[in-house]
């Protein structure tokens, strides 16, 4: 697998995992930036932006797309889920791989690969049954510290997981405080502590990013997407996207249609 030009702005309605062979990559997933060499893997959840800033020729590896229905069929469940800290849109998407894991993890992609490319309809049990068995394999390489995560982090990651489900329709830290059942400036002194951004940056950025994906994957009009990303005045979207941006929105869009 090669990719041969960088991706603006953009989400998918799958999760997608990248691992890397050989080569790098740069990759945003949200706000953060990730440099994958090889023998790592990236994951993007579901409905998450994401862009990649930069790739090497020399890249080769797998890309690994699964909506999320796939793993609470007959062999999984919901509760299965909250154990792989990689598919949460709060959670750590990047993994490096033990030497000793690498030849397990290609095994199982080359399986699934194998499905997909030599029978005429996959075998979705089949294919679950890979999947959980690939992300139990990246588990034990997962850097996870459950035990010791503070109390700003848990609320920082509940915030995070609340403006990517609530962005489109409220922008107000005191909402989200409300939520979280505390006092907005312990949500920002949470926020900022943890990220170094307070939480009124995140949204901000978070409906930034929503608006770019939607002026590169979509035709809608810049009326439209400030609609959907719950600023109906055009002409406040406008200010504040240049604000952010340095251009308009159709500038963006222009920009991108050239690249």
Excluded at 41 to 69: E, L, M, R, W
Excluded at 123 to 134: F, K
Excluded at 208 to 227: G, N, P
Aim: proline share 4%; net charge positive.
């Amino acid at each position: 697998m090669q990719l041969q030009i960088p991706v603006p702005p953009c989400k998918h309605s799958c999760h997608t995992l990248v691992f890397v062979a050989s080569g790098s990559h740069t990759m945003k997933i949200g706000y953060e930036e990730y440099c994958t060499i090889a023998n790592e893997i990236i994951v993007v959840p579901a409905d998450q932006v994401f862009s990649i800033k930069n790739v090497q020729n020399t890249y080769t590896g797998y890309v690994c797309q699964f909506h999320p229905d796939i793993l609470i069929r007959k062999y999984g469940s919901r509760e299965m889920l909250n154990e792989f800290d990689f598919l949460k849109i709060s959670g750590n998407p990047k993994i490096t791989l033990a030497p000793e894991d690498v030849s397990n993890i290609i095994a199982v992609l080359d399986r699934l690969q194998k499905e997909y490319s030599e029978t005429p309809t996959a075998n979705l049990n089949i294919v679950q049954s890979y999947l959980i068995a690939l992300f139990y394999e990246m588990n034990k390489n997962s850097v996870k510290n459950t035990k010791s995560i503070s109390a700003a982090e848990v609320i920082t990651n509940k915030f995070k997981e609340l403006i990517h489900q609530h962005i489109k329709t409220h922008h107000l830290v005191h909402y989200y405080a409300s939520m979280l059942n505390v006092t907005p400036n312990h949500l920002n002194k949470s926020v900022r502590t943890v990220t170094g951004k307070s939480a009124a940056k995140w949204i901000d950025e978070t409906i930034l990013l929503e608006a770019k994906y939607l002026l590169f994957q979509t035709s809608l009009s810049v009326s439209e997407i400030a609609i959907q990303v719950g600023l109906d005045d055009q002409s406040y979207f406008s200010r504040f996207f240049k604000k952010h941006e340095g251009i308009s929105p159709i500038q963006y869009r222009k920009m991108i249609d050239k690249s």
